[in-house]
Each structure stands twice: as structure tokens, then as C-alpha cells.
């Protein structure tokens, strides 16, 4: 195999794309220097403590990269404020970059409130929709 096909670009690392399981994907672009996390269907705490555990644990994975999760699609079950609390004291090694959170109106909008709010510094936003959040991300940090 020739070697310099195998050189990782600066950063030393590649794009990767991981699929935890059912219910929890993620995408790390270390180029573009941003994670998408995509939620779907019904999960409940277990399962979402997995797949952030896996996104945490995965090499390709920098806290200092911003990231989109998109909850539009799931129903969070199961997430008692304690609860929320208790993912938040985990995911906090994960913090770093901007998080925007997408969460509409409906199942899980008010846990994703609720984890937002734990998060006074502003790096942490929800939003209705992609563009929204999208929008927030390009801008300039301050």
C-alpha cells in the first residue's frame, strides 16, 4: 500500500462516520471541524447515555468542534430532570464548541429545555429548526 495515501490530513484526523446503534447516529467531520448528532425514534436515558458515551469515546471525536443534534425525529422518554441533570454531568467532558440542539415543540422539547438551561454560558442553544441552527454556527464566535 503506498504511505502517503495513508497520511492523515492536517489535524491528523479523517472524516468518520459511526452508527452507534438504532436510534443514535453521529458524524464527525474533523475538515469542516463540526459533529452531527442525528436522534430518532423512541430513546430513553440508557440509550442515550450509550450513544454519548460512544460519540465521547470515539477517536475522531474533539470537544472543541461545534455540533448540531437533531432531536426533530425522536421521542425522549423517560427524562425526569434528575435525569437530564445526570447526562449532563456526563456529557460534560464533551463540551467545548458550540452545541445547537435541534428540538421543535413536542416529545422531548421540554428535556432538551431543561439540559439547555443547565448551560448559562450560551454555548449550548435550542432551536426549532436545521437553519436556525446552522445559522447560529456560521457565525462568529465571540
Excluded at 464527525?28 to 430518532?40: C, F, G, H, N, Q
Aim: charged residues 25%; contains cysteine; negative net charge.
Amino acid at each position: 500500500m503506498d504511505m502517503a495515501a495513508m497520511r492523515l490530513p492536517p489535524g491528523g484526523r479523517l472524516p468518520t462516520k459511526r452508527k452507534t446503534f438504532v436510534g443514535f447516529s453521529f458524524e464527525i467531520d474533523s475538515k469542516r471541524r463540526t459533529v452531527e448528532v442525528t436522534l430518532a425514534g423512541e430513546l430513553g436515558f440508557a440509550r442515550l447515555i450509550e450513544g454519548i458515551q460512544q460519540l465521547i469515546d470515539d477517536p475522531g471525536f474533539d470537544p472543541q468542534f461545534d455540533m448540531i443534534a437533531d432531536c426533530s425525529n425522536a421521542e425522549l422518554t423517560n427524562m425526569a430532570p434528575n435525569l437530564i441533570d445526570s447526562i449532563s454531568d456526563i456529557a460534560q467532558s464533551a463540551h467545548g464548541g458550540r452545541r445547537a440542539v435541534i428540538a421543535p415543540p413536542g416529545a422531548g422539547a421540554h428535556a432538551v429545555a431543561h439540559y439547555v438551561g443547565l448551560h448559562p454560558d450560551g454555548l449550548i442553544r435550542q432551536f426549532a429548526n436545521r437553519d436556525e441552527a446552522a445559522r447560529w454556527l456560521s457565525e462568529p464566535v465571540d
